[in-house]
């Protein structure tokens, strides 16, 4: 080390370049850090390989099946000899139960947000929300036992409402458990933009002499609304990409109807059923379930990118 | 003179906001009873099954002689595998993205919103990719540990990513100049100062993410994982089942009594993941530095 | 030591410092004195390239150290930084025990030397040994801030710099602290060339050599950047200012 002479001679006016040079070349700062960027491109290697896996099947079912077939006819069977090729029950599987799942944690979902981020004291808070949380991580075939064997027959024996009562599999109650599920997700990103909201648009509502309810639901919540709408956008895409409810709690029927009470199938359900039956590599049957996954994979990218979004619009605004 | 307005105006507006706020309550009691009545229906329905058989014997077609060995093992199995391939690669991304990469360059703004989109892919979906990439496709694994590790690495690698990234910012930045002015190069700084403090972060998400993947099924299944286990996995070439597709399996099964050691396995899965989260808050709170 | 020629410097398109001439010579202690945003810590965080670190940020002119540019392609910043260390404004402690905080610098420059003797040295040239002694293996964040502030110079000192530039170094300090901090300034000067930034002028006309008093000028486009109004002799600067502008400064009739 030259440093001791150096600080006992500093005038000593060194003329050699290599003072200031690194004693050896650091090449591992370079390796390091190409390794790092390729883990952090890796990400982008999934999305590839997501869309790689599902683009070659999917193009091959449609040189099989037409695409107009695909999404008009109203008939699913893809795995009889006697094929079927629409869709359509699937997408109306899909539907009916997020629109359950939709129907329970949204408004319960932002309720619970606006308790916690404009009634609860901190304390109450610090201990709620976690416990709500709790809901998120439990895994989703323990709901889908919870909707089979304890929402179901409830909702079987107390019916009261017109129609028939729910049938064994039901796209009711796997909705209802799926709503529950998600409800947290939608309770927790809600709460996370109401408290982004700055103090003082509060303190200028209450300067008005409003109350309580009237600067959560007039001022608070238009103020976060796109950061809300964010939450309700990413509900839909978790709900519609849920596969172990639905095939537990819905039944494996494919069902054109729109009436919850009735089992039907959902598209991830299909997926599942399918990969359940071992299809042979390369038959139709095999490339069925890369065509949905592909349908399922396009509705949901769009969702959470649209998501994405709004949570960056949001975000300008109050950070 | 302003008394009355007051009082007229408070009344009526106190009724509504008293009930305002009850609905509020109710909101998160919802959730908060659907909690309890799903753990307690669980319990009860799997208690006369939680006994040392369910962990000693392995599936059978009576369920009588049913276990879940395999299944307890092959949990093990993948999520341990699933662990160690996860956390490196999701631990360096975060280090790539906080610490390296330059966020106005379009390719780094890229990853970051592809990883926030990854968040939210179905996990249906990794199960296609898994199918299609892994157990078959190129790679024809065949449904053995390794690939139902990868599949669930890659579902979960956006979780640890994220958080990971968290732990890193929380990171002040003046340890950072303190470590370059003594004359650190990057890397030592990172690995020296940045990564020691950011460390119980990282475990607490790198845990949370990992539970996910215990209870994960669904793409599982797609791998072609629905097949009677009655041993434990040797290795990474070696067919698996997990708690989760074992659970879906004996609920699958019309008899009752299947539906109780499906219950019982829940009470073991929940078991294991409150353990999990619990050790996971315990790391936050014993460690973690509030700067 | 350093001389510094025409320094400019950009935070992107802003010109935080402009025409910076000076020069700083060994084994003194230099102050720098201005008035708050002038770019005072600017300046001195280009002596290091400190300012390396901040994304978009370029420089313009020159600075040679011992008569060779600092700023030349074949530098290496790391090299310069471990010959040319710092001390933050505010005291900044690794989050590990006294004793990792003083040979982190020791070990991540190759130093190979016994670790405990450096390390009980160091502590001693930074006053901070006796106190310290008996509890090496505690956390950095027992300490006070003025301990703090005296174990960040002496991990400093471990790594043998040859300037050790301060940033304010006293500005979180109770003025106990603060004396003792300068109390080993002086102590230090015999060994090294310290370059400090001040915001006390008491502080500056105590412990300097020479002081250097910076300014924020305004251009028509009401931009604001910082120059160099003079430097002398800190007597000199403090009794009889070539500048009115100085003099404004240190008599506090500047707003
Ligand atoms: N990282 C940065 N990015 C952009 N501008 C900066 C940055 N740091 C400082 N500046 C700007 O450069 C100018 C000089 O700042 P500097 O911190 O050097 O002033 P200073 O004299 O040290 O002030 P103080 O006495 O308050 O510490 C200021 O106008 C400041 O806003
Ligand atoms: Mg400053």
């Known amino acids: ?319 | ?291 | 030591m350093f001389r510094i020629t025409a320094l400019d410097f950009y935070y992107g398109d802003f010109r935080a410092v402009r025409d910076v001439n000076v020069d700083i010579s060994g084994n003194e202690i230099s102050a720098v004195i201005g008035p708050s945003g002038c770019g005072k810590s600017t300046f001195i965080r280009c002596l290091n390239r400190m300012n390396d670190l901040i994304p978009g940020t370029r420089v313009g002119g020159r600075i040679e150290y011992h008569g060779q540019d600092l700023y030349g392609s074949n530098v290496d910043p790391i090299e310069v930084r471990r010959r040319i260390g710092m001390v933050f404004q505010k005291p900044n402690p690794f989050p590990k025990s006294i004793y990792d905080n003083v040979a982190f610098g020791p070990k991540v420059n190759g130093i190979k030397q016994n670790m405990d003797d450096l390390v009980e040295e160091s502590l001693q040239r930074a006053a901070l040994w006796d106190e310290v002694k008996d509890k090496l293996k505690q956390s950095a964040f027992s300490l006070s801030g003025g301990q703090q502030q005296r174990l960040c110079i002496a991990r400093c000192i471990a790594v043998r710099p040859d300037v050790i530039l301060m940033d304010e170094p006293c500005s979180a300090l109770d003025p106990l602290a603060t004396n003792r901090i300068e109390e080993l300034m002086i102590e230090l000067k015999r060994e090294f060339t310290i370059v400090i930034v001040t915001h006390n002028m008491q502080q500056a006309a105590r412990v300097s050599d020479r002081t250097a008093f910076f300014t924020t000028e305004v251009n028509d486009q009401a931009q604001r950047t910082g120059i160099l109004v003079e430097v002398d002799r800190t007597e000199k600067i403090f009794t009889a200012p070539s500048d009115q502008r100085t003099e404004d400064y240190i008599t506090g009739r500047f707003g």
């Open chain 2, 1 to 291: 003179m302003t008394s009355p307005v007051l009082e007229r105006r408070s009344g009526a507006d106190r009724i509504k906001g008293r009930a305002f706020h009850l609905f509020l309550l109710s909101c998160l009691g919802l959730g908060l009873v659907c909690l309890v009545v799903l753990l307690v229906q669980v319990v009860t329905k799997g208690l006369p099954r939680l006994n040392i058989d369910l962990f000693r014997e392995f599936p059978s077609s009576s369920p009588r002689r049913a276990g879940a060995r395999s299944a307890i093992f092959g949990t093990i199995w993948v999520v341990g595998i699933c662990g160690l391939l996860v956390v490196p690669v999701g631990v360096a991304a975060a280090l790539y993205l906080e610490e390296y990469a330059d966020t106005t360059r379009w390719y780094n703004r890229l990853i970051e919103v592809n990883i926030q989109n990854l968040a939210a892919v179905p996990s249906i979906v990794y199960g296609i990719l898994g199918l299609g990439f892994l157990s078959r496709g190129p790679l024809n694994l065949g449904f053995v540990v390794l690939a139902g590790s990868l599949t669930l690495a890659l579902l979960v690698l956006p979780i640890v990513i994220i958080t990971s990234r968290e732990a890193i910012r929380a990171v002040p930045n003046s340890i950072r100049l303190g470590a370059y002015a003594l004359g650190a190069t990057q890397w030592q700084t990172i690995r020296r100062q940045v990564l020691p403090s950011a460390v119980p972060g990282i475990a607490t998400g790198s845990i949370l993410a990992l539970s996910r993947a215990i209870g994960e099924a669904a793409p599982l299944i797609l791998l072609g994982g629905l097949t009677f286990l009655t041993f434990n996995p040797t290795g990474l070439d070696s067919p698996f089942t997990v708690l989760p597709i074992q659970i879906f399996n004996w609920i699958s099964r019309p008899q009752e009594e299947f539906r109780v050691l499906a219950a019982a396995a829940i009470v073991v899965l929940l078991a294991i993941l409150i353990s999990m989260n619990a050790f996971a808050i315990f790391v936050r709170n014993r460690y973690e530095r509030r700067w």
């Open chain 1, 1 to 319: 080390m030259t440093a001791p002479e150096l600080a006992a001679s500093p005038d000593l006016g060194l003329g050699s370049q290599s003072l200031l040079q690194a004693s050896r070349p650091r090449y591992s700062e370079q390796v390091i850090k190409s390794v790092l960027a390729l883990c952090g491109f890796l990400s982008i290697g999934t999305t590839v390989a997501i869309i790689g896996s599902l683009a070659v099947p999917t193009v091959e079912f449609f040189s099989e099946v037409s695409v107009v077939e695909f999404f008009t006819t109203r008939e699913w069977a893809p795995l009889f000899a006697d094929a079927k090729f629409g869709v359509l029950p699937l997408v109306t599987g899909t539907l009916v139960t997020t629109l359950v799942a939709l129907a329970v944690c949204i408004p319960f979902g932002l309720g619970a947000a606006i308790y916690l981020s404009e009634y609860a004291q901190r304390r109450r808070r610090a201990i709620l929300k976690p416990l709500l949380e709790i809901l998120a991580g439990i895994p989703t075939v323990v709901y889908g036992f919870f909707a089979l064997t304890f929402v179901t027959p409830l909702l079987r024996d107390v019916w009261f409402l017109p129609g028939e009562a729910p049938t064994v599999f039901n796209a009711l109650s796997a909705g209802l458990v799926m709503g529950v599920m998600i409800l947290p997700t939608v309770a927790s990103l809600s709460e996370d933009a109401m408290t982004a909201v700055p103090q003082s648009l509060r303190q200028g509502a209450y300067g008005l002499g409003s109350n309580k309810m009237q600067v959560s639901t007039r001022v608070v919540l238009p103020a976060a609304l796109s950061g809300i709408v964010a939450a309700f956008v990413l509900a839909i895409s978790r709900a519609m990409g849920e596969t172990m409810i639905v095939l537990i709690a819905a039944g494996g029927t494919p069902n054109l109807s729109l009436n919850p009470a009735e089992g039907m199938q959902t598209l991830t359900a299909f997926i599942a059923a399918a990969g359940i039956g071992d299809q042979p590599t390369g038959s139709t049957g095999y490339k069925t379930i890369f065509a949905v996954g592909s349908t399922l994979f396009a509705v949901t990218f769009v969702l959470n990118f649209l998501s994405i979004r709004l949570v960056r619009r949001f975000r300008e605004v109050y950070e």
